[in-house]
């Protein structure tokens, strides 16, 4: 892909002849999932992907934690392009949702910002293992093993891993042949889903403890895809409204799954409120079912608004020709 130089991040604007339209696909990507969650690539290797794609400023979101933060900072200072240090917080919503809040410009060497997060992954994990026995309690058997490597390696444990354990174990199979979710994801969708039998809801942090935490470590905070989580629209926006009294400094209005429509509709809404508005395609892993490339969402010829998040990428200065 061609590149362009940053100036051109900031240009809004009418569509071109050709229906291409200024800024996109953006040079910015502001997530990307390493093996410190979910992701399928070392730090390291993330960042030399985003050159390749012709990525300029990157940040690293992994969940709950920012252990792949200087390893991707290093390595952004060795390849030309800068990383924000960063975060992706799964928070509580009233209503038990989980929800997602982006910390950016947080500094990854707060002991205090640490301890916290540790706190929020020993919950996820408490959580996770009572839908194993909850599963365990409906009859199923789990292939314990792949698991138990995921924790032994620190590495999170989530629902679709917990779904792949009981689809891999053979004793499932009539079962689930039965009940027609043979496949990981419809028996996601059948027991761990929210009113579902074994799901198993988080306890902490709500969404205010997560903007708290973000905040404390110098940051800012920004509400991930929103209409990947929810789809109403007029759910967004009160959603949007509401944490705003939170203390909220912006939103993900730009990302891979959003129509224009909904993009349009969130842009408005933080122009409106004076909220930043960014942007990312939420890169996973090359071989990922859905986020599989840099640079893959659109501005639709709107003008992200990144505020402080530009000025906190690493390394500060990058001579550029
Ligand atoms: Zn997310």
């Not at 799964?90 to 301890?115: N, T």
């Not at 920004?222 to 990947?228: E, M, R, T, Y």
Request: glycine residues 10%; negative net charge.
């Amino acid at each position: 892909m061609q590149r362009r130089p940053s100036a051109q991040l900031d240009s809004g604007g009418a569509p071109l002849r050709s229906g291409v339209l200024p800024g996109d696909p953006p040079t910015f990507d502001l997530q990307s999932h390493s093996l410190h969650s979910d992701g399928a690539l070392a730090p390291r290797e993330v960042v030399a992907l985003a050159v390749a794609a012709g990525v300029e400023l990157l940040a690293l979101t992994d969940h709950d934690t920012v252990d792949g933060v200087e390893e991707a900072v290093q390595a952004a200072a060795e390849l030309g392009i800068r990383v924000v240090p960063a975060v992706e917080i799964s928070a509580i919503d009233s209503g038990g949702r989980d929800l997602h809040i982006l910390g950016y410009g947080v500094d990854h060497h707060d002991p205090g910002f640490a301890e916290r997060l540790h706190g929020y992954r020993a919950d996820r994990d408490r959580r996770a293992w009572a839908m194993v026995d909850a599963l365990r309690e409906l009859g199923f058997a789990l292939e314990d093993d792949r698991l138990r490597n995921r924790a032994d390696h620190d590495q999170s444990i989530g629902r679709p891993h917990i779904a792949e354990a009981v689809v891999a174990h053979p004793a499932n199979d009539a079962r689930l042949r039965a009940e027609g979710r043979t496949d990981s994801s419809s028996f996601l969708k059948g027991y761990l889903i929210e009113g579902r039998a074994a799901f198993r809801p988080r306890q902490r942090p709500s969404v205010a403890g997560a903007i708290e935490s973000i905040h404390d470590a110098g940051g800012s905070a920004i509400w991930a895809h929103p209409f990947w989580d929810i789809s109403s629209a007029a759910e967004v926006l009160e959603t949007i409204d509401r944490f705003r009294g939170l203390g909220i400094d912006g939103i993900e209005g730009f990302y891979t799954t959003h129509t224009r429509i909904q993009t349009n509709l969130v842009a408005d809404h933080c122009a409106e409120l004076g909220l930043l508005c960014t942007g990312s395609s939420d890169f996973h892993g090359p071989n990922h079912r859905a986020f599989s490339r840099f640079r893959a969402f659109a501005t639709y010829g709107r003008t992200p608004t990144l505020g402080p998040i530009r000025a906190a990428a690493r390394p500060l200065a990058v001579a550029r020709p």
